[in-house]
């Protein structure tokens, strides 16, 4: 248990898999205890964990992240190396979500990411 009082994950080194996949279903329930009424209801039918993160991604995550990246715009007098940067981390999380861009749409993206100046 950590100093603080609250509990740490031990990792799991391949026994007791049994005992591990209740505490991962558990998971589940943390969850869904975390979550307002009005998302919870969107997501009531799911039974795994990995579906309830699955779903909550498709609906919550992708959309804004997409929208980040379209709406994304430089600020005068910002750094071209931090933007360039920025625009990167967004394109990465999309494509860890399967959403990706061909070459010349990302181009087009960070352009008009650019002050007039």
Not at 90 to 107: C, M, N, P
Request: net charge neutral; glycine share 8%.
């Amino acid at each position: 248990m950590a100093k603080d009082g609250r509990g740490m994950i031990d990792k799991f080194d391949g026994s007791d898999f049994g005992f591990r996949r209740l505490k991962i279903e558990d998971a589940l329930g943390v969850v869904r205890l975390s979550l307002a009424k009005n998302v919870a209801y969107n997501i009531a039918s799911i039974k795994t964990t990995h579906g309830l993160l699955k779903a909550l991604s498709d609906k919550y995550e992708r959309p804004s992240t997409a929208n980040k990246l379209v709406n994304l715009k430089m600020m005068e007098g910002r750094s071209a190396t931090d933007h360039i940067n920025e625009f990167n981390s967004i394109l990465s999380r999309l494509t860890s979500v399967g959403i990706g861009f061909e070459d010349e749409v990302q181009a087009l993206l960070l352009l008009s990411s650019l002050p007039e100046s």
